[in-house]
């Protein structure tokens, strides 16, 4: 078993719904929406060097490995695609025990 923990932006948290829906059969999510922070913006303008918020959604999950594995390569399209929020960002970690 393996923790999935998907962060993305409010934009995309949509498509990452339809690909856990179509994958996960049994076994479910937690989905939290809030804000992210996007510190010290790297950008020449407006924005360069401030913290700017985003709108964000957290999914967190416990699934078998290979399960793991098959929604982190569907979803891996989105990684990186926008200016200020970090659009996707996935977390795999190993699971000692689950209750």
Known sequence: ???????????????????LD???????????????????????????????????EVFIMALPEDTVKIITDELK???NRCDIAPCLRMIVTSIEELF
């Not at 989905?31 to 924005?47: D, E, I, L, Q, T």
């Open 22 to 56: 179509a994958i996960i059969h049994m076994e479910g999510y937690v989905r939290v929406s809030g804000s992210g922070v996007k510190c010290k913006v790297p950008v020449s303008g407006a924005y360069e060097g401030k913290s700017i918020p985003w709108s964000a």
């Open 77 to 79: 399209q989105y990684a």
């Open 1 to 19: 078993m393996k923790q999935l923990i998907i962060m993305c932006s409010e934009s995309i948290a949509g498509q990452v719904t339809q690909v």
